[in-house]
């Protein structure tokens, strides 16, 4: 197996990151793999499946041009700074240029334990690393930024965690594992040379426009702010609660980045924690576009040794009007309608409280929105007084009903991965069977089209599969 390895990251120096080998995942075995991922570093799907991918990417031996490292960075932990984190059981394998030359890191989670991983085993379970592996293909095709995924190794090494469980490994595409954190590492030991670096290198790479600006590390400092208050839009609109947006697990690129305990909205409620370990709901969903901004803050906050003491407050006032352009304009288009007039984000709210009071599953119900039986459905006084101001918009609208329909599928999607679709994937998984886990990926890479045969994974959870708890352990 070949791939084209260019690695930029590695070249930063000792400072960055700490050079070693995975430690191989016993017995390994490639569980499933993801054709459009292999598409992206330019590598045959099929060449996925042979004994030279499997060895690779389960850590026993290394290829041409591999480099593997642990990353070190910091980050705010639930509100509270923690000073070192660093992969604890993942390894960048190496940066490898794709299609039209675009570079994507390689990153083995569950690599076993790094320099960085504080007496923990360096291990992912297989429910979590199913979670993320089928979680960010989701997102990516409802058009969120989000890192992607190549392939999921099993293994059977036992891990325990609240039970027993068994190690997997799943290889992550991101075009950088440069996180918030990875910035307030080099701030907050002082390594101002290397923050200078590490932010020359993002410039580079990653915003090669803005490297020739006066002040580029500002205008990085908003890009990145804007790309952020954007992402977050986008989960406002899909429903979509990450549940542990700590920095050092928000990337610089702003892009849907770690998966862990994170859940789509069924009945629709604005104080939705999807994490269990979050009791206080500091990243309720409707928390994030607030959390989101005090990320930025902190990541400012770590680069002022490069920006102007002014940039801080223009950033504020940036991620604040690219977040209510973008959500706004999702949520008109949700609803069928065009640009954002006076009176429409009003609308929208009405809406929300209404959905909130009548527990209506936040998906089924926008993606019936076109649909004259499932209005008919909604008779409550209130609604039908909300129809009506509905009606009195979209005569504004110089549209037909047959393009409106057709815009508004492609804006509400027909299947989320709901919390009891990944979890029926991930027990059959545990019992050797993967067949679901391919299904999910693939109804998921469609999320907009009617699928004939996939009706049932479009209807809401059964009772079991409504309160299911996930936490933080992964
Ligand atoms: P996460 O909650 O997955 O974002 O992890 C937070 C930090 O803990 C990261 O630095 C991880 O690398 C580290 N970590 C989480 N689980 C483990 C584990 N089983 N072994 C080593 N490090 C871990
Ligand atoms: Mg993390």
Redesign the pocket.
């Known amino acids: 197996m070949k791939l084209n390895f260019d690695n930029p990251y590695a070249k930063l120096g000792d400072a960055f990151s700490a050079k070693m080998s995975p430690r191989p995942l016993p017995n390994p075995r490639m569980v499933s793999i993801n054709r459009l991922g292999a598409d992206l570093i330019g590598l045959d799907p099929d060449a996925l499946s042979s004994d030279a991918a499997l060895q690779f990417f389960s850590g026993a031996e290394m290829i041409d041009g591999a480099d593997p490292l642990a990353m070190v960075y910091a980050g705010h932990q639930f509100g509270g700074y923690s000073p070192r ?6 390894l960048l394998l190496g940066q490898v240029r794709g299609a039209e030359d675009k570079l994507w890191d390689l990153h083995l989670k569950g690599a076993g ?1 790094t320099p ?3 007496g ?5 379970v297989l429910r979590s690393s199913i979670r993320e592996y089928l979680a960010s293909e989701a997102l990516h095709h409802l058009g969120i930024p989000t890192t992607r995924a190549l392939c999921l190794i099993g293994s059977d090494e036992p891990v325990m965690r609240e039970k027993l469980e068994t190690a997997a490994g799943l290889i992550r595409l991101s075009e950088s594992h440069v996180r918030f954190g990875t910035f307030e590492y080099f701030s907050y030991t002082d390594q101002h040379d290397q923050l200078k670096q590490l932010a020359d290198y993002v410039l580079e790479i990653h915003y090669p426009d803005l490297a020739s600006d006066p002040s580029p590390y500002d205008r990085m400092l908003m890009e990145v702010a804007g790309r952020t208050a954007e992402m977050i839009a986008q989960w406002q609109a899909f429903g979509f609660a990450h549940g ?1 947006m700590n920095t ?2 928000m990337s610089i690129l702003g892009q849907t980045f ?1 998966y ?1 305990p994170y859940g789509f909205m069924e009945s629709f409620d604005p104080g939705y924690i999807c994490n269990h370990s979050d009791p206080g709901g500091r990243y309720a969903f409707n928390q994030q576009p607030n959390i989101g901004l005090w990320n930025c803050l902190a990541l400012a906050h770590a680069l002022k040794p490069l920006i102007l003491p002014g940039t801080i407050e223009h950033m504020r006032g940036y991620y604040q009007t690219r977040f209510f352009e973008r959500y706004h304009g999702l949520m008109n288009g949700k609803l069928g309608l065009g640009d954002v007039q006076d009176g429409d984000p009003e609308l929208v709210d009405r809406l929300l409280t209404l959905m909130e009071d009548h527990r209506l599953d936040y998906t089924i119900f926008f993606r019936g929105l076109s649909d004259p039986a499932s209005r008919a459905a909604q008779n409550t006084t209130a609604f039908k007084d909300w129809y009506a101001a509905y009606d009195t918009r979209l005569a504004l609208e110089q549209t037909t009903p047959e393009q409106r329909l057709h815009s508004m599928q492609a804006r509400n999607p027909k299947y989320i991965l709901r919390n009891y679709l990944v979890q029926t994937a991930i027990e059959q998984a545990e019992q050797g069977d993967f067949a679901e886990v391919d299904r999910l990926l693939i109804l998921l890479q469609n999320p907009f089209d009617d699928q004939p045969d996939m009706q049932a994974y479009a209807a809401e959870p059964p009772d079991w599969g409504r309160h299911l708890e996930v936490s ?1 352990s ?1």
């Open positions: 984190l660093g992969d604890g059981r993942g334990p960085f991983c504080r923990a085993d360096g291990r992912a542990v050092d697990n770690d862990g933080c992964s």
